[in-house]
């Protein structure tokens, strides 16, 4: 076997084992977004993470795919629509010329987890209202929208060739899914009972340690996210390439986290857990697009600044009328924006050589090049997307709605919509249940003064709720 057959090999064993990490990150989002919001819509809430990848890994396979990453012009791939075995098999060849460390194959794979990460983000901020079959729909339109500018940004597009550096997805999958989510809150309106009265109520989530669960799942998925982003061992003349890009993503969370907690400790008077978790994610995605790019102090850096943005962030989203239960307008959103823009300010000149995308940063050659690409990319990538996705959700509002009845979504959607329980023995008789055990004790007279069973439970919070 040749040396460049082993490359090949080791390239496509790499990629595939990242898109296998990226592709469980569904599950950080599951426990992440079921954790923080309420137990009566967390089956629901969990599940769709399910339904989504499935609706988008079977459009993405028929069109997507041949949008973003096939031969085509500056604006969109016209080929590689529902690939054949040997497009799927080639390396460096068409449809896919894009493709030249990884067959074909590996690339969908690689790709589609990507695109199945930023749907993921959408639902986020349309959590506890959004009507199942809105999921149908509007994922298989999204994966469409996010395809068109993954090709403008990474498959050869016209801000490819400009040099905008997005090195795996600031712009192109966290700021793009945030945008969606932005549209999709603004149509939906708040949650039951948000803003009574005129201020923002808080609505906890049921289960802090699922939350904390998601966030470190989705922590270690990002070690697939960027650095199996090279798609392959060697990048440039550089060979273990992606080690640096782990490195980095890794000191940007950690620098997130303890921003995060500091900042929310300053504001809110004590260091709230959801905050920490949200620097966090803030963090990872910032240097998402910086993690190729920048020196290891300028990832910290961004991930100090990401903290703040998604304490203060969260707080103006709601402050100013909008109901995300999930924060992905301030986490994904700015911080995307943050991100994308850091790197046109940070990014080391060399490394921009190895990666042969742009320029270096202000920071290194006084020039705001780099920066003023960022921020068209930007621009262009907010009012394609937004108004896309305005328009999809717009129209579906407009002919069957798109939110769930008052009812519907007093009871929960798990309920409403699946007709089943998350938590089955907190709202019905199951032999052997939580609430048998509570009958249990009422009749022995054992739970009187220490619990108050007439009003603590799920149940007769709903009950309460509906009234």
């Not at 609706?55 to 529902?82: E, K």
């Not at 996010?146 to 498959?155: C, I, L, N, Q, R």
């Not at 960022?374 to 990538?381: E, K």
Request: proline share 3%; glycine share 14%; charged share 10%.
């Amino acid at each position: 076997m040749r040396n460049s057959d082993l490359l090949l090999a080791a390239n496509t064993l790499w990629v595939v084992v990242a898109a296998v990490l990226v592709m469980f990150m569904q599950a950080g989002f599951a426990f992440l977004e079921a954790g923080l919001t309420r137990m009566k819509n967390a089956a629901h809430i969990a599940g769709k993470n399910v339904l989504i990848f499935g609706v988008c890994s079977l459009v993405y396979w028929a069109v997507g795919f041949g949008i973003a990453f096939g031969d085509g012009n500056r604006w969109i791939g016209t080929s590689g629509f529902a690939p054949s075995v040997d497009a799927l098999l080639s390396i460096g060849q068409a449809p896919y010329s894009f493709f030249t460390t990884v067959p074909g194959a590996a690339g969908y794979f690689f790709e589609v987890v990507f695109a199945g990460v930023s749907l993921a983000i959408v639902w986020g901020a349309m959590a506890e209202r959004a009507k199942l079959w809105v999921y149908f729909v509007f994922a298989a339109a999204f994966t469409l929208i996010y395809s068109v500018t993954s090709h403008w940004v990474w498959g050869g597009g016209w801000l490819f060739g400009l040099g905008m550096q997005d090195f795996a997805g600031s712009t192109v999958v966290h700021y793009q899914g945030a945008l969606a989510a932005l549209a999709g809150a603004l149509l939906l309106g708040p949650r039951i009972g948000k803003f009574d009265g005129g201020r923002g109520n808080a609505i906890p989530g049921h289960n802090i340690p699922y939350a904390v669960l998601g966030t470190i799942i989705l922590w270690f998925g990002w070690f697939g996210f960027n650095p199996g982003s090279t798609l392959g061992v060697v990048t440039g003349d550089r060979i273990g390439f992606f080690a640096y890009v782990a490195m980095t993503t890794n000191l940007a969370a950690a620098a997130g986290a303890v921003s995060g907690a500091i900042t929310a400790w300053l504001v809110l008077r004590k260091p709230d857990i959801s905050m920490m978790l949200n620097g966090v994610l803030a963090a990872l995605v910032a240097v998402t697009a910086a993690c190729g790019f920048v020196a290891p102090w300028a990832a910290v850096v961004i991930g100090l600044v990401s903290g703040v943005i998604a304490v203060v962030g969260v707080l103006a989203v709601e402050r100013i009328g909008i109901d995300d239960p999930i924060g992905a307008v301030a986490v994904h959103g700015v911080s995307g924006v943050w991100g994308t823009v850091a790197t046109g300010l940070f990014a080391v000149p060399a490394l921009a050589a190895t990666l042969d995308t742009g320029r270096g940063g202000f920071v290194y050659t006084g020039s705001l090049h780099q920066v003023w690409i960022q921020l068209l990319g930007l621009a262009a990538v907010g009012a394609f997307t937004f108004t896309a996705s305005f328009g999809c959700l717009w129209t579906m509002k407009r002919l069957w709605g798109i939110r769930v009845e008052e009812e519907t979504e007093t009871a929960g959607l798990d309920v409403s919509e699946h007709g089943m329980w998350g938590y089955p023995e907190f709202y019905i008789p199951v032999p052997g249940g939580w609430n048998q055990s509570l009958q249990h004790l009422q009749h022995a007279g054992m739970a009187g003064e220490t619990l108050d069973l007439g009003s603590s439970t799920p149940a007769a919070e709903t009950e309460a709720e509906a009234a």
